[in-house]
């Protein structure tokens, strides 16, 4: 099957199934990526196979394994599991040549539509886990009502002065997600979220909100505007995509509704923005992000598989 042909196949097999997606072009091999195909009796998939490797002073490396082995799939025909499993299984010939056997720090990632079921066992018998989930919050959905929330709670902007108390709740809610195997806590990892944090408070109007309770700080929650998410907005088929890059809540304030009032905060700063879309990261397996986000709106778009080490 030609490479358009199964990237057609692909968008409108896709596109049956969520219209928040994007579409799908042809892949083509770059510097550190090549196109693997593979073809069964009447089914074809194509997967574009990309290595992206960080240090770990670098900025984005808390969020990340230092050596990403990653497969962008397409697939075509009435048997698309099949395809699927001829896929990684060929991926894993190419891997087991590429990446280093045991190393916890090389992670193999699939990102998947989430609504997109098939091959998702074949996902598993390849030791593939769902952990980690874009989540999507169209601006004009309908959430039921949620928690009272506590009497006295104040929501203000955060200022320079702020930078201790967001770099404490960041790292809290870091500890709590890397149990979770999405991030990772590494020495350093303080002090590149201090230097993000205070590079944002130091703006005009820093994109950051405090949850106060008589003057103490017991929340934060952190946005990118529309406009500035150009990394992540081609995962979404959305004009103004907005981003909601953290939200925490000290442990002695939970269940109390602080979440929920900076979240309400957070989506009516974005609303009033013209944001279409809001898209946030959550680990799947974690018990307090999952619920909570999906009583404020969002549903998964994209769930990315990931088996880590890369290889056994
Ligand atoms: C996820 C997190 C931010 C939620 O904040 P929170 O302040 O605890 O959330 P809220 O109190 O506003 O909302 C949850 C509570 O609302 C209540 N609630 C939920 N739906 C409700 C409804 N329909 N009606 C009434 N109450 C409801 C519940 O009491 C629930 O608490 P519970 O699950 O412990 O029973 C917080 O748990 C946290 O910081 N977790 C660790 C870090 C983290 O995972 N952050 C998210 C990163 S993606």
Do not use: C
């Amino acid at each position: 099957m030609h490479s358009d042909v199964i990237a057609t196949d692909h968008a409108a097999r896709l596109a049956a199934v969520d219209p928040l997606l994007p579409g799908s072009s042809p892949f083509e091999a770059a510097e550190s990526a090549v196109v693997l195909e593979v073809a069964t009796a009447d089914s074809a998939a194509s997967g574009l196979a990309s290595r992206i490797q960080v240090d770990q002073d670098a900025p984005n490396a808390p969020w990340r394994a230092l050596t990403e082995h990653r497969l962008d799939l397409q697939l075509a025909g009435p048997q698309p599991a099949g395809a699927l499993d001829a896929l990684l299984t060929r991926w894993d010939e190419h891997l087991r040549a590429v990446a280093e056997r045991g190393d916890t720090e090389t992670a193999a990632i699939v990102p998947r539509a989430s609504r997109d079921a098939a091959g998702t066992r074949e996902m598993l018998h390849h030791g593939f886990a769902p952990l980690r989930v874009i989540a999507v919050r169209p601006a004009d959905r309908m959430v039921p009502a949620g928690p009272r929330g506590t009497p006295g709670v104040k929501i203000r902007r955060a200022a320079p002065g702020d930078l201790e108390t967001v770099v404490s709740l960041g790292l809290e809610l870091h500890s709590f997600d890397a149990q979770y195997g999405t991030v990772n806590l590494r020495k350093g990892v303080e002090d590149i979220m201090a230097k993000d944090l205070a590079e944002q408070l130091d703006r005009p109007e820093p994109p950051l909100w405090i949850a106060e309770l008589y003057g103490r700080p017991l929340g934060m929650v952190n946005v990118q505007h529309p406009g500035e998410t150009g990394w992540i907005s081609d995962r979404v088929s959305a004009g103004r995509v907005g981003y909601l890059s953290s939200l925490a809540v000290a442990k002695e304030a939970r269940s109390s509704g602080v979440g929920t009032a900076l979240a309400i905060h957070a989506h009516h700063v974005l609303d009033e923005e013209g944001a279409d879309v809001v898209l946030l990261h959550h680990a799947a397996a974690n018990p307090l992000s999952t619920p909570f986000w999906y009583a404020q709106g969002y549903r998964p778009l994209w769930t990315y598989w990931q088996r880590r080490p890369a290889v056994r």
